[in-house]
C-alpha cells in the first residue's frame, strides 16, 4: 500500500474543517516554519526532494522559487486554481476536502520566498469553492495563522482570492496573471518570465494547487520519506484523474511511476462492460491518443516514461477510450474545445482551431471526404511549431496522433 | 458614488482593498460577477459602473465582459442550465443527457424556456469528469454543481427551484 | 550610444545597437521579413506569426562556458523552433535565416490561416493596391484557398465605430495595432477587442463612439482594410490618387501631411482631395495626425467660398470683376496713406506678410501682427533651438507645460509630452484645472485662475520639488498655452518663462526652449518677419483713416475691435469667406486656400515648412500676397513680387530670422527612421515617406537680451460684488469656419461655450444645458452651459470661438436666460 500525501481527507473525516485538520497536526509545519527557518533552507529542503511542478510542466518546484531575484520587491505567490484541462478533477477534490493542508502549502511557500501578499486564482465554475476559501481565510486570519507580524516575527502574510470567469487559458501561468490584473486572459510574451516580472510585473511564483499540497508533507515527515514514494526523477506521489470509459472513474493518489495498467485495470477495475481498451490519453484534451498496447499499459506513469510512448504525462488526467469510441469522434470533441477556448492571440491557433473543427465536424457528419482527413493532418501541422503559446500545440496533439494512430476511424467516417 | 456602490458599499470596498493602489484594473473582473448577482447579466450601465470605479474605459470593461464565458452581456433565463458535453462526459453519454434534457423542457441548447425560467446551454469541461452526466446551474453570480444526474432528477431539480424562484417573485 | 551587436541575416553580416529587434535589424540591411502585429512605434507582441524565422546562437559548452567550435573552428550555431524577428532582441554571432523552406512554409501557413477568414472582397476594398495583406499573399501566399468558403465566419461588414472611423469586421486580422495605439501611444483606450478566439472583433463603447483625436491613425496603420474613414471610404482606389504634401494649419505643430487627391466626374471633373494623411516627419509629427488636421480640409469645398471681389455699393456688397476691386482697394488706401492701419494674421503664409509688410514700408502706414495669443518675441530668443526634436526628451529632461490644455490646443504636442513622460521626462504641468496630461506628469501645480504669475514666480524661487526637477534637468522645454488667459498675459507669461529658462541655462542648445502654443499656424512667420501685436490696437484702429485686414477676422473675435473698426472710414479685407470682418468691409478680397498655394510658414517649434499647391485653386481666388502686390502696383509701389519661391528668397535676404533659407533647402529630406512609405507598406502602414522637404529651424537671435522683468501681468480683473471671473479657454473643436464645414465633424464640437462647476451653476440658478447670459461692459451674450465638477469654483470657463467674443479674463454679469425649456431642470 502506498502512503497518501495528498487525499489525506479520505482517512481523516472532516479535514476541511480547521478544528479537525489543527488536530491532526495542522500548521505546526507552518508555524515552525515561520518561527524557526530561514526562508533559504526550506527552499533547499524543497529542492532536496525532488517535487517537480502539477500543473503539467513538470518543472522542479524549488528551483522555480529560487529563481525570484533578492533586488526586486514585493514577491507574490499565486496558486493556480483554474484546473480546466477536460479530464482533469483532482485540484477540486483537494480544494473542497483537504483545503488547510493547500493553504498551509501555498503559506509555506509564501514565506520561502518572502511574498506578503499571496493569491489564488480559482476557474470561475468553482464559484462555491472560492466563497469557501474566503470564509476559510478569514478564519485563519482570526485564528493568527495569517496576518501582520506572525507569532510574534517580522513576517506578515495576507492572501486574496480571485475568481475567474470562465476561459480555459487562464490556467496558463502569463494569462492568469492578465487575468487577476483586470485584463483579457492572454498569455504575456516570455521573457520576462514570471519570475522576474509576473504580477503587477513583480517577481511572481506560480504554483498548482497539488504541487503546494505536497509541500506541508516534504517539510513534517522530511525529504527522505516523500522520495520513498515514485522515482527517482519523479519523486512522490500523484494524483491520478481517471475517466472516460473505465468502471471506477475517479482520483486515485499512486507513486509516480505506477503503471497504466494498475491505475486502469487494478483501481479503476477495468473497461465499462469489459470493453476492450483502445487508446488512452494521459493528459487530458491536450494528449496525444496512446494506442493501448500491452507495453504501453506496462508503461509507468512518470514524467520520463509517457515521453517515451510520445506523449506526455501533463496534469494526468487519464481519459480511457475503448472499443466502442471512434477516434475520430474523440478528436472533433477535443477540436471543438481548443476551439471555443482559443484566446485568439496568435494567427495559426485562432484560424487553425477554428479550421479544424470545421474539418472534424464534417468528418464526424458523414459530410467529408478522404482528402478532408489530410486536410486536416496538413492544418494541423501548419500550426505545429509556430503558435503563441502551448493551447495552440496542444490542440493538435490528438488530431495528428489520431490520424496516424487510427486513420482507419476517419476513414470509416468519411465513406459512410 | 455609483449605483453598484450604492447598492454593495461593502463588497465594492472589500474588492477594492484586495489590490495595490495602483492596481485597481484588477478589480473589473470581481466587480463584474458582482453585477451579476442581481440581474444574471452584464447591462451596459453596470459596466459603466464598474468602469467608473475602476477608472478604466467602458470598452476596456466591456471587453473583458466579453471575453470570459461566465460573463453574459444579455439576459437569459433566470437558471442556466449548463450541461458538460466535453470530452469526458462525451464518453459516458453526456449527449444522451442533454438531449433528455432538451425533450423534456421543450428548447434547444442555447434557447430560454418560454417563461423564461430556464436557459439550456452546454459548455466545456467543468472538473467533474468522474461524476457524469453533470450539469452547473449558474444563478445570478452563484455556480453550483449537480452531478451523477439523471434527466429526471434534473428536471425535477428544476421543477423545485422553478417553484421557489416564482415564490420569491410573487 | 548602445554597443554595437553583428550577426548575420540570410548570409549577410549586420551590426545594430545591442536591444534591437532582429526585424529592425533586418529592415535597416534592407532585408524584408513580412510583418502584420509589429509596427516600429508600438511594443512588439508576437502576435500574428508572419515574422516566424529560424534563429541561430552559437552553442555554448556548460562546463566551461566557452562557445563549443565546429571541425572547422567556426562556432557552432544552435537552431530551435522558428521564432518572431518582431520579439527577439539581437544578440552577439546570431545567425538569422528569414528565406529558408521551413520559414517560407510557416509564412505561407500564416497566410493562409489569415485568408480563411478573410472575405478577399479586394476589388471593392478602400486598401486594395496598399494593402499589407494583399501584397504578402502575392508574395508569400498560397495559390488558392483550402478553406470551403461557406464555412468562412460571416460578420457584419459595415460597423461603424462612431461618426469617423468605419470597421469592417469581416476583414480584420485581429493584429490588435489599432487597441495598442489607442492604448499605448495616445492613452484613449476607447476600442478594444470583444470575445476570443475566431470571432474576436473590434468594438467601441465610448460615447461618442471612438472617441480620441488621434483616432484617423488607426486608418493608416491598420494593416488590412479593415478600418477607413467614413470620410474617405468608397472614395476612391489609391492608385489613382495623387498625393500631394502639405502642412496642416489647424494649429501651431506643423504636421506634414499628404492630401491625396484626385480628378472626379462627380466633382465635374475638378481636380479634389479625398484624404488627408499624414506625411513622416519624425522631428514633428512622427507618423501621426489629429482628426481635426485629418478631416477639417473640407472647408476648401465650402459653398460658402468666396468667388469673387466684393465692393461696397449703395451699402450693400456687390459682386464685381478683379479690376474694379483692386482699383477701389487702391483709391481707398491712396487716400488713406500714412493713416492706414494693416492687420495680417497668422494664417498668412510668410510670402504674403512680407507683401504686406513690403508694401506698408513704402505708405508709411503701419502694421501689426493680429495674434490671440503673445511671447513671439520671446521665442525668436529663447525658443526651441536647431536640432531639437520632442522625441529625444526623457529621463533626465523636464518639460513643463504652463496654462496648457494641450490635447485641446496642440494634439500632436499633447502626444509627444505626453511620450516623452512615458519615457522618463519629469513633466510638471501647472494649470488652473485638470487636464488630460495630469495624469502623466511627474508635478502638477495648481494655481487660481489670474494667479498665473505667481504660480511661475513660485517656479522661478526655485525651492519647490517642481521647480527643482526643472531647473536640475539636463534639457527642459516649456509649452505655454493661454488657458484662461487673454494675450497681455501670455505675453507677461511669456517673460517670466523666458526668465526661468534663461536663469536654469535652458536656452540656446538643442531640446531646450520655450513654445508657445499659438492658436494660428503661422504666427511666428509674423514675428521672424519683423511683425509684432499691439496691445493698443483697438485705439489704433479707431483712430486710422482706413484698414487693411488679411488673414484675420478681429470683429467676430472682440466686441472692442468691431467697434474700432465700425470707425474706420474704410475696411479692405482678404478672406476666403464672408467673415464678420469682412460683412463690415468695402472692399473684399478673396483668397485662396492653403492647399491650393505655394508657400511657407514656420511652426511652434520654429520649423520653417514648405507647403506645395495640392488642388487647383477655386476659380476667382487669388493667393494674398498676389493681391497685395497688385494693389501696391496701382498704388505705384513696384513691389514684383510675382511668386512664392522668388519672394521667400527676397524675404531670406533681408530678414535676419530668414537667413541663408531657400525654398531648396527647406525641400530637403533625409532618412528616417522607422522607414515608412515605401513599397512595404506592412511596415509603418500606409502614412507617406517625405520626399517634399523636412523644412529647417534656423538660428536663434544672437541678440539675446537679459530678460527683464519688461512685459508686466496687469492687474487681475477686478471682480465686483454680483460679478464673476469669466476666462477664455480652448476647445480642439469648435464653431470656427474651418472645423465647421466638415459634416463629420459636426456631432464632435461641443454645444455649450460656457463651462462651470456645478456647485456654481446650483448658485446660479442654472442647469447643464441650460442657456447663460454673460454681460460686461455694454456686450451681452448668449451661451449653454455645461457642468464639470474638475472646475475650479468660482470662474466661469467661456470657450473660444464658440460665439461669445471673451479674450481675456474679464468680469462678467451672470444671468440664467429666462427661456430655459423645463427638460433643462
Ligand atoms: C493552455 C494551458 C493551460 C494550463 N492550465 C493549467 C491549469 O488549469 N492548472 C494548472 O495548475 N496549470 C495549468 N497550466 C500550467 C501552468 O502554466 C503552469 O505551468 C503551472 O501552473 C505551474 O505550476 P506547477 O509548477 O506547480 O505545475 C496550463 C498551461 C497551459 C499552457
Ligand atoms: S482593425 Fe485592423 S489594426 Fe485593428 S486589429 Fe483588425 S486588422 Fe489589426
Ligand atoms: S508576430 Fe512578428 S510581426 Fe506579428
Known amino acids: 500500500m ?28 507552518w508555524m515552525q516554519a515561520v518561527k524557526t527557518q530561514k526562508p533559504a533552507d526550506i527552499i533547499q529542503i524543497v529542492k532536496d526532494s525532488g517535487l517537480r511542478g502539477r500543473g503539467g510542466a513538470g518543472f522542479p518546484t524549488g ?54 501578499d499571496s493569491y489564488i486564482y480559482f476557474r470561475g465554475e468553482f464559484a462555491e469553492i472560492y466563497r469557501k476559501f474566503e470564509d476559510r481565510i478569514r478564519e485563519l486570519e482570526e485564528k493568527g495563522f495569517i496576518g501582520e507580524k506572525l507569532f510574534g516575527t517580522d513576517y506578515s502574510l495576507h492572501l486574496h482570492c480571485v475568481l475567474g470567469a470562465g476561459a480555459y487559458i487562464c490556467g496558463e501561468e502569463t494569462a492568469l496573471l492578465e487575468s487577476i490584473e483586470g485584463r483579457l486572459g492572454q498569455p504575456r510574451l516570455r521573457p520576462p518570465f514570471p519570475a522576474v516580472a509576473g504580477l503587477f510585473e513583480k517577481p511572481t511564483v506560480i504554483n498548482n494547487v497539488e504541487t503546494l499540497t505536497n509541500i506541508p508533507i516534504i517539510l513534517s515527515k522530511g525529504v527522505a520519506y516523500f522520495r520513498s514514494q515514485g522515482t527517482d526523477k519523479s519523486p512522490g506521489t500523484k494524483i491520478f484523474c481517471l475517466s472516460g470509459r473505465v468502471k471506477k472513474p475517479g482520483n486515485y493518489e499512486l507513486p509516480l511511476g505506477t503503471t497504466f495498467r494498475e491505475l486502469i485495470y487494478g483501481h479503476g477495475e477495468g473497461i465499462l462492460n469489459d470493453a476492450q481498451i483502445k487508446a488512452i490519453m494521459p493528459a487530458g484534451a491536450s494528449s496525444s491518443l496512446i494506442p493501448a498496447t500491452e507495453q504501453a499499459l506496462d508503461t509507468p506513469m512518470d514524467y520520463e516514461s509517457v515521453p517515451a510512448l510520445g506523449a506526455q504525462l501533463g496534469s494526468a488526467s487519464v481519459i480511457i477510450l475503448d472499443e466502442t469510441i471512434n477516434i475520430a469522434d474523440l478528436v472533433n470533441s477535443t477540436v471543438h474545445f481548443f476551439m471555443h477556448e482559443s484566446c485568439g492571440k496568435c494567427t495559426p491557433c485562432r484560424e487553425g482551431t477554428y479550421w479544424m473543427s470545421h474539418i472534424t465536424q464534417r468528418i464526424v457528419e458523414g459530410k467529408a471526404s478522404k482528402p478532408d482527413i489530410d486536410l486536416l493532418k496538413s492544418v494541423a501541422t501548419q500550426m505545429q511549431g509556430n503558435c503563441f503559446c502551448a493551447l495552440g500545440e496542444f490542440s493538435i496533439m490528438a488530431p495528428l496522433s489520431g490520424i496516424e494512430k487510427f486513420r482507419a476511424d476517419f476513414e470509416a467516417r468519411v465513406e459512410k | 458614488m455609483n449605483s453598484l456602490e450604492k447598492k454593495y458599499p461593502d463588497e465594492v470596498a472589500s474588492i477594492l482593498a484586495r489590490y495595490p493602489e495602483d492596481q485597481k484594473r484588477a478589480a473589473i473582473i470581481p466587480l463584474l460577477h458582482l453585477t451579476q448577482r442581481d440581474a444574471g447579466f452584464i447591462s451596459i450601465h453596470a459596466m459603466n459602473d464598474v468602469a467608473e470605479i475602476t477608472r478604466q474605459s467602458i470598452t476596456d470593461v466591456a471587453s473583458i465582459a466579453g471575453y470570459y464565458t461566465l460573463f453574459h452581456d444579455h439576459p437569459e433565463g433566470k437558471i442556466r442550465l ?15 443527457y442533454l438531449a433528455e434534457l432538451s425533450r423534456g423542457l421543450g428548447i434547444q441548447p442555447g434557447e430560454t424556456t418560454a417563461d423564461g425560467l430556464v436557459t439550456l446551454e452546454e459548455v466545456k469541461c467543468v472538473a467533474a469528469c468522474d461524476h457524469v452526466p453533470v450539469f452547473q446551474s449558474q444563478i445570478g453570480d452563484a455556480i453550483e454543481f449537480h452531478e451523477n444526474q439523471t434527466s429526471q432528477k434534473t428536471l425535477d431539480w428544476l421543477r423545485s427551484m422553478s417553484a421557489s424562484i416564482k415564490g420569491e417573485g410573487s | 550610444m548602445d554597443k554595437l551587436v553583428s550577426l548575420t541575416i540570410d548570409g549577410r553580416a549586420v551590426q545594430a545597437p545591442a536591444g534591437t529587434l532582429i526585424i529592425d535589424a533586418a529592415k535597416k540591411a534592407g532585408i524584408v521579413i513580412p510583418v502584420f502585429c509589429y509596427h516600429p512605434k508600438l511594443e512588439p507582441v508576437g502576435m500574428c506569426r508572419m515574422c516566424l524565422v529560424d534563429i541561430g546562437r552559437p552553442a555554448i559548452d556548460r562546463a566551461t ?26 544578440s552577439e554571432g546570431m545567425v538569422v535565416w528569414g528565406a529558408t523552406e521551413k520559414v517560407m512554409s510557416a509564412r505561407k501557413s500564416m497566410l493562409e490561416f489569415l485568408l480563411t477568414s478573410h472575405p478577399l472582397d479586394c476589388p471593392i476594398c478602400d486598401k486594395g493596391g496598399e494593402c499589407p495583406l494583399q501584397n504578402q499573399t502575392m508574395k508569400f501566399g498560397p495559390g488558392d484557398s483550402r478553406f470551403i468558403y461557406d464555412e468562412k465566419i460571416h460578420l457584419r461588414k459595415k460597423m461603424p465605430l462612431g461618426d469617423l472611423i468605419m470597421l469592417d469586421r469581416e476583414r480584420c486580422i485581429q493584429c490588435a495595432r489599432c487597441i495598442r495605439f489607442q492604448d499605448q501611444v495616445v492613452d484613449e483606450p476607447v476600442i478594444g477587442f470583444y470575445q476570443r478566439g475566431r470571432p474576436l472583433e473590434i468594438v467601441s463603447y465610448s460615447e461618442p463612439g471612438f472617441d480620441s483625436i488621434f483616432s484617423g491613425n488607426t486608418t493608416d496603420i491598420c ?65 501621426w495626425i489629429c482628426d481635426k488636421g485629418r478631416f477639417t480640409y473640407h472647408y476648401v469645398e465650402s459653398p460658402q467660398r468666396l468667388t469673387s471681389p466684393l465692393v461696397r455699393q449703395n451699402g450693400e456688397l456687390k459682386p464685381v470683376p478683379w479690376e474694379e476691386a483692386l482699383t477701389a482697394a487702391a483709391d481707398k488706401i491712396r487716400t488713406a496713406g500714412s493713416n492706414l492701419v494693416t492687420v495680417a494674421g497668422g494664417r498668412l503664409l510668410n510670402e504674403d506678410l512680407y507683401a504686406l509688410k513690403q ?34 526628451l526623457g529621463k533626465g529632461d523636464a518639460i513643463l507645460v504652463f496654462a496648457s490644455d494641450l490635447h485641446e490646443e496642440a494634439p500632436i504636442w499633447w502626444l509627444r509630452v505626453k511620450q516623452a513622460a512615458d519615457r522618463g521626462a519629469a513633466l510638471i504641468v501647472a494649470n488652473a484645472r485638470p487636464t488630460r496630461l495630469n495624469k502623466h506628469a511627474a508635478h502638477g501645480i495648481k494655481y487660481r485662475y489670474g494667479e498665473e504669475e505667481s504660480a511661475l514666480q513660485e517656479l522661478l524661487a526655485g525651492e519647490s520639488d517642481a521647480a527643482k526637477a526643472f531647473s536640475s534637468s539636463k534639457n527642459a522645454v516649456i509649452f505655454l498655452g493661454s488657458d484662461g488667459m487673454g494675450a497681455a498675459q501670455v505675453e507677461a507669461a511669456a517673460a517670466l518663462a523666458s526668465e526661468l529658462l534663461v536663469k536654469t541655462d535652458h536656452f540656446g542648445k538643442p531640446n531646450n526652449g520655450l513654445v508657445v502654443v499659438w492658436q494660428a ?22 483712430a486710422a483713416m482706413g484698414v487693411y485686414i488679411a488673414g484675420a477676422d478681429p470683429v467676430a473675435d472682440d466686441p472692442d475691435l468691431n467697434d474700432a473698426i465700425q470707425r474706420a472710414a474704410f475696411v479692405i479685407v482678404q478672406d476666403m469667406f464672408l467673415s464678420e470682418t469682412a460683412k463690415l468691409a468695402d472692399v473684399v478680397l478673396p483668397v485662396q486656400a492653403v492647399m491650393e498655394r505655394e508657400g511657407s510658414l514656420v511652426s511652434g517649434e520654429r520649423r520653417v515648412q514648405l507647403v506645395y499647391p495640392a488642388i487647383p485653386a477655386l476659380e476667382g481666388t487669388r493667393p494674398d500676397f498676389s493681391i497685395t502686390n497688385e494693389i501696391a502696383a496701382r498704388l505705384d509701389v513696384k513691389l514684383d513680387l ?61 541678440e539675446m537680451a537679459e530678460p527683464s522683468a519688461g512685459a508686466k501681468f496687469q492687474e487681475r480683473a477686478a471682480v465686483q460684488y454680483g460679478e464673476w471671473l469669466a476666462v477664455p479657454v480652448t476647445s480642439v473643436y469648435h464653431q470656427d469656419v474651418y472645423v465647421a464645414s466638415a459634416e463629420l465633424l459636426k456631432n464632435r464640437i461641443p454645444s455649450e461655450a460656457i463651462l462651470m462647476h456645478p456647485a456654481d451653476a446650483t448658485a446660479l440658478g442654472a442647469s447643464s444645458g441650460g442657456k447663460l447670459t454673460l454681460k460686461w461692459g455694454i456686450h451681452s451674450y448668449e451661451g449653454s452651459l455645461a457642468v464639470d465638477a474638475n472646475l475650479p469654483q468660482g470662474v466661469i470657463l467661456v470657450r473660444r470661438d464658440m460665439g461669445i467674443p471673451l479674450q481675456q479674463p474679464t468680469a462678467v454679469r451672470v444671468t440664467p436666460a429666462t427661456n430655459q425649456s423645463e427638460s433643462d431642470r
Open chain 1, 2 to 29: 502506498s502512503e497518501i500525501f495528498l487525499l489525506r481527507h479520505r482517512e481523516i473525516p472532516g479535514l476541511n474543517q480547521l478544528r479537525t485538520y489543527t488536530a491532526n497536526g495542522g500548521f505546526e509545519t
Open chain 1, 63 to 116: 528551483m522555480k522559487w529560487a529563481f525570484l531575484p533578492n533586488n526586486i520587491w514585493p514577491h507574490y505567490v499565486v496558486a493556480n486554481a483554474d484546473e480546466s484541462e477536460p479530464g482533469t478533477f483532482k485540484d477540486r477534490e483537494i480544494l473542497e476536502l483537504n483545503p488547510f493542508q493547500f493553504l498551509e502549502g501555498l503559506m509555506i511557500s509564501s514565506f520561502a520566498v518572502q511574498a506578503h
Open chain 2, 82 to 96: 449548463q450541461v458538460c458535453t466535453d470530452v469526458a462526459c462525451m464518453l459516458r453519454g453526456a449527449q444522451e
Open chain 3, 65 to 90: 562556458g566557452q562557445p563549443i567550435l565546429n571541425p572547422d573552428g567556426t562556432p557552432k550555431i544552435q537552431f530551435g523552433k522558428l521564432d518572431t524577428a518582431c520579439t527577439t532582441p539581437i
Open chain 3, 223 to 287: 494593416p488590412v482594410g479593415a478600418l477607413t474613414t467614413t470620410d474617405f471610404r468608397f472614395g476612391a482606389r489609391p492608385w489613382e490618387m495623387q498625393p500631394e504634401a502639405s502642412i496642416c494649419t489647424q494649429c501651431p505643430v506643423g504636421c506634414n501631411i499628404n492630401y491625396d487627391v484626385r480628378r472626379e466626374a462627380r466633382s465635374a471633373g475638378k481636380i479634389v482631395i479625398k484624404r488627408v494623411m499624414p506625411r513622416q516627419n519624425e522631428s514633428v509629427n512622427e507618423i
Open chain 3, 359 to 392: 508694401m506698408n514700408q513704402a505708405i508709411h502706414g503701419s502694421i501689426f501682427h493680429y495674434s490671440r495669443m503673445g511671447g513671439a518675441g520671446w521665442v525668436n530668443r529663447v525658443g526651441m533651438a536647431p536640432g531639437s526634436n520632442l522625441a529625444d
Open chain 3, 521 to 542: 499656424a503661422n504666427e511666428l512667420g509674423a514675428s521672424m518677419l519683423g511683425l509684432s501685436p499691439s496691445p493698443t490696437l483697438g485705439e489704433k484702429l479707431g
Open chain 3, 642 to 702: 510675382s511668386a512664392p519661391e522668388q519672394i521667400f528668397d527676397r524675404l531670406a535676404q533681408s530678414e535676419r530670422a530668414f537667413s541663408g533659407l531657400s525654398y531648396e533647402r527647406l525641400a530637403e529630406t533625409q532618412p528616417q527612421w522607422p522607414e515608412v512609405g515605401d513599397k512595404d507598406l506592412y511596415f509603418g502602414g500606409t502614412s507617406f515617406k517625405n520626399k517634399e522637404g523636412l523644412g529647417v529651424v534656423p538660428d536663434l537671435s544672437h
